[in-house]
């Protein structure tokens, strides 16, 4: 065995990484030994494999998968930038969801589940036009800003007019991949490309209005399901919000937001 080369356990020590480590990155082939005695099964490294290793203990300190560090250590320079840069990306937008909870667990902690104003009503009929996307419940408010950005370029294109309140159109269950939809009011534009139309029945429903952040929209359904099934009645889809206060128009804390759910009776 040439005299360079270390054994696991010296090169653990040096790059302040576990055996275990050592043995799981080279079952997934990240950092392969450079030699495996086949005798005994002793796996020794190369003093240069140290920057790869100590790269990865970097990585994985800051949680990347490994699948993610192996792509990075594998691709060259400019190609390592733009994963690790996606990487950031997705670190950021968990950041944003995290103090959003957080937000909403020191509202609940200091005040409480607030009081929300649930009444019921009847909607009259109303035909949208709509573009839709796929998300699951963490994407909802990214996809519906994406949806906004692809539907008002189609709206100006095709002179359509339409009534400015924006609606978005959500299924009664938040599953992990759901089709959400956004549209405006308007009894123009069938045949429109990049357009759909939907058209919502008239009926009872019940609503109430949420003041604040998207964010804390959750407490506003928390309330309006909780007050549906109080009164023996059946949600049904699709659960619609349209926003009377938008983010152009005021700050976070006065964003004004409609939320309706059309209800049946209960089949007893």
Not at 175 to 188: L, S
Request: proline share 8%; with cysteine; charged share 25%.
């Amino acid at each position: 065995m040439p005299d360079e080369l270390l054994t696991i356990g010296r090169f653990a020590r040096l790059c302040r990484l576990s055996v275990k480590q050592l043995r799981h990155y080279d079952e997934m082939g990240l950092l392969v030994p450079v030699r495996v005695d086949a005798g005994s099964g002793y796996r020794y490294y190369a003093p240069e494999q140290a920057r790869d290793a100590l790269t990865i203990a970097l990585f994985r300190e800051m949680d990347l998968p490994l699948a993610v560090i192996a792509q990075a250590l594998a691709a060259q320079p400019e190609s390592r930038a733009q994963i690790l840069r996606a990487e950031r990306d997705r670190l950021a937008e968990r950041i944003s969801r995290d103090q959003a909870r957080l937000a909403l667990l020191g509202r609940l902690a200091e005040r409480g589940l607030p009081g929300y104003e649930v009444t019921m009503g009847r909607e009259p009929e109303r035909r949208l036009a709509v573009v839709r996307a796929f998300c699951t419940p963490a994407e909802i408010e990214k996809k519906v800003e994406e949806c906004v950005g692809r539907l008002m370029p189609v709206l100006g294109k095709g002179g359509i007019v339409w009534d400015p309140r924006l609606w978005a159109l959500y299924p009664l269950d938040l599953e992990e991949r759901m089709e959400i939809a956004v549209g405006v009011q308007t009894p123009q534009g069938e045949g429109t490309p990049g357009l759909e139309f939907e058209a919502l029945p008239g009926g009872p429903v019940a609503e109430t209005v949420h003041v604040g952040p998207y964010a804390q929209l959750p407490l506003a359904y928390n309330a309006l399901f909780a007050a549906v099934h109080e009164r023996g009645l059946r949600p049904q889809a699709p659960v619609r919000e349209t926003y009377l206060v938008g983010p152009t128009e005021a700050p976070q804390e006065e964003l004004m937001t409609r939320l309706i759910v059309p209800v049946q009776e209960s089949v007893a």
